[in-house]
């Protein structure tokens, strides 16, 4: 009985209840009718013409590997404060280090 609880098998389990009581209370569900102005876009009143836009991750990039380096940073700091004697030049190294890096990575 106990190979009920390992992952897999509960997350199928968990899976075959789920889809089984979606489908007892689909019944439930309230019919909605569908205009063809629904899928519109609505610009205060007017009519918006569809236009394509290609999102960019330029921006993003720096911020994250910004945040990346920052939590790394606070894990690494909080591991050696709380594990281990040491002496106070390491945190401070690292922190000299990690300064570098954001400073490089935002000229």
């Known amino acids: 009985m106990n190979i009920l609880l390992y992952p897999p098998f509960a997350f199928i389990i ?26 519109k876009t609505y610009a205060c009143g007017e009519d918006f013409p569809a236009q ?4 960019g991750y330029e921006q993003f990039f720096p911020w994250a590997i910004f945040f990346t380096v920052l939590h790394i940073t606070a894990l690494i700091l ?10 106070f030049m ?5 922190i000299v ?4 890096i954001l400073t490089i990575l935002f000229v």
């Not at 968990?14 to 569908?34: D, H, Q, T, V």
């Open 14 to 39: 968990a899976l075959i209840s789920i889809i089984a009581f979606g489908s007892l209370i689909k019944n439930f569900e309230p019919k909605i009718k569908r205009k063809d102005d629904s899928t």
């Open 90 to 94: 390491v945190p401070l190294i690292y």
């Open 78 to 87: 909080m591991t050696l404060a709380f594990t281990s004697n040491i002496p």
């Open 52 to 55: 394509k836009i290609n999102p």
């Open 97 to 100: 280090i990690i300064l570098i």
